[in-house]
């Protein structure tokens, strides 16, 4: 549940927060483009559509089976990166509301024990760094968005599939998700080389397509934090 209104400090003004406090129970986090490369060093990069709108999304998965985060445990984060969209909880950008931003009165980041807001009736030092970041985060978001556009044009996105078996027996899927063909990839014309060449998305595109080898880091990270361990698991991409 959420309640997301404009920041008000009349109806805010008391209000505290704790940073990065909502990350228990989340499966993934949209990435910006100046993220891909140190993301990648933690989680598989993958593409998944809007319903809404048909377009791709990048972003980094935390979870496989379970509805939680496998890279949150004892109420903090455990990876050597952080997506910086996962860190702005619970607020987003609005220009109705003060120093930009809306809140969701109903998420767990707010606490008595937190940052203050408001210090005397006026933004915080805390909030307003935290309109810069947003700012700078949607902005990052728009330009990986961008680079995905370019790969769907392309013909670049294709379904992925991960397929797993637990110790006993039993089968899971996880779908719904993209990536980039790699057959798709060497098949690219000369102009489509160039093209994304010059955007720098070429090595973008490889990065995104190698990071599926993290996937194996979440089966570790599951057995590890599951009573049911994945025994089996199988990853294809239909080219």
């Known amino acids: 549940m959420s309640r997301v209104v404009a920041l008000n400090a009349a109806r805010h003004g008391s209000l505290r ?19 891909l490369a140190v993301a990648a060093a ?46 702005t909880a619970p607020f987003l950008l609005d220009p109705a509301g003060d120093c930009g931003l ?8 707010i606490a008595p024990a937190g940052v203050a807001l408001f210090e005397e009736g006026a933004p915080s030092e805390y909030l307003v760094d935290t309109q810069r970041l947003l ?12 680079m995905v556009d370019s790969f ?46 010059r955007a720098d998305w070429l090595g973008a595109a490889a990065i995104i397509a190698a990071s599926l080898a993290q996937v194996e880091r979440l089966r570790q990270l599951h057995n590890a934090t599951s009573g049911r361990a994945i025994a089996n698991l199988a990853l294809s991409v239909e080219e």
């Open 17 to 35: 927060v704790q940073p990065q406090a909502d990350g228990a129970g989340r499966r993934f986090a949209l990435l910006g483009l100046s993220e």
């Open 135 to 146: 700012a700078e985060i949607v902005d990052d978001i728009a330009r990986a968005q961008a």
């Open 152 to 197: 769907a044009r392309h013909r670049l996105v294709r379904p992925l599939t991960l397929l797993f078996r637990d110790e006993d027996g039993r089968e899971h899927e996880l779908a719904g998700l993209y990536t980039i063909g790699s057959e798709a990839l060497r098949a690219l014309d000369e102009r489509a080389v160039l093209e994304l060449h």
């Open 102 to 109: 809306a809140i969701d009165e109903q998420s767990i980041a």
């Open 42 to 87: 933690d989680f598989p990069l993958c593409l998944a559509k809007e319903a809404e709108t048909g377009r791709f999304n990048l972003i980094a998965l935390f979870s496989l089976t379970e509805p939680r985060n496998l890279f949150w445990h004892e109420g903090g984060w455990r990876a050597t990166y952080l997506p910086r969209s996962a860190a």
